[in-house]
């Protein structure tokens, strides 16, 4: 295997010359360039990336760790994030952890030795907080905080916003027994949408009614004319059972999402949703983590509005 010594010997210059034309350290005087030039293109010399992280002190790498990457909303998510990175000149590893917290601070670990940039990271667990608090390297946190995380950044959307939103929409759409699905309400963006949820409640003067899970909602709440689901997949899962038992929407019973994926306007009906501006949340992620690394000021946190999009589950 070719070395750097190897170049420097063949182009007539010493090693940290080839070292500084390649890195673009310091100036070189132009007839060294070029020579060292020359070489590394007769030898298809390549650098070891890992020995030029650890002198660099850079890899120009950034882990995501995401807790489900089946789940869409994850996956457009690491997709902007990707696109971002690249544009950036950074390469993502991807980490899914499948829900599992000792796989997430493994996840984690492993990013810290490979001398990452920093880490992108959506959990489902606050007890990672203790991991993200002793991480060697920057953490941002993107969609939900965790408790007494000591994350550089947390770029979400406006939960709370969102939670309001859904239920006026309802609302407007002349419902009147309307149910929240809150999803797990130990996570940040579900408590916050379940607040919007009850405060709208309470200044109507309705009666808020809530489930976490889909199974048993008709048979808690038999009145029900609109549903508020945690997010789209749970939307389109409430649709077909809805669907097998006979009852039409948006006719007889009135649907809502949250997040805006793709498929929520690929399945029929098409979902009405609350929109999260997937794209832009990865692409500030990226933009906080590389301009800390810099060196540059940031905000710790950025909350991005959402947006009604009403489609065919209501009417």
């Not at 993502?92 to 997430?104: G, Q």
């Not at 929409?169 to 579900?190: F, K, N, T, Y």
């Not at 006979?246 to 649907?255: F, N, S």
């Not at 009405?272 to 905000?299: D, F």
Request: contains cysteine.
């Amino acid at each position: 295997m070719t070395g750097i010594r190897d170049v420097a010997k063949l182009a007539g210059v010493s090693p940290s010359t080839v070292s500084r034309v390649m890195n673009g350290t310091a100036r070189v005087d132009d007839e060294k360039r070029q020579k060292g030039e020359r070489a590394i293109l007769e030898t298809g010399f390549k650098p070891n990336e890992v020995a030029r992280s650890l002198y660099k002190r850079s890899s120009k790498i950034i882990g995501i760790l995401v807790p489900n990457i089946i789940n869409p909303f994850f996956n457009e998510l690491a997709g902007a994030v990707e696109e971002e990175c690249d544009r950036r000149g950074y390469r993502l590893t991807l980490c899914n952890s499948n829900d599992d917290l000792e796989k997430e601070k493994r996840n984690l670990s492993l990013l810290e030795r490979m001398n990452a940039d920093g880490v992108i990271l959506m959990t489902n667990m606050d007890e990672i907080h203790k991991e993200v608090g002793n991480c060697r390297i920057p953490v941002v946190m993107i969609d939900r905080q965790i408790e007494g995380g000591k994350e550089i950044a947390c770029i979400q959307s406006n939960h709370y916003q969102g939670g309001l939103m859904s239920v006026e929409h309802l609302l407007e759409c002349g419902c009147r027994h309307i149910v929240q699905m809150s999803g797990p309400l130990h996570l940040s963006s579900a408590r916050k949408r379940h607040q919007g949820y009850l405060d709208v409640c309470r200044e109507r003067g309705i009666e808020p009614a809530w489930i976490e899970m889909a199974a048993r909602l008709l048979e808690q709440y038999p009145d029900t004319d609109g549903i508020i689901a945690a997010n789209d997949m749970v939307a389109i899962s409430v649709y077909k059972e809805l669907h097998r038992k006979g009852i039409k929407v948006p006719e007889d019973m009135q649907l809502i999402g949250f997040d805006n994926i793709s498929l929520s306007s690929l399945f029929t009906p098409e979902i009405t949703t609350i929109a999260q501006p997937i794209k832009r949340m990865g692409q500030e992620a990226v933009r906080m983590l590389t301009e800390y690394v810099a060196g540059a000021q940031i905000s710790r946190n950025k909350v991005f509005d959402v947006k009604l999009i009403k489609r065919d589950t209501t009417l």
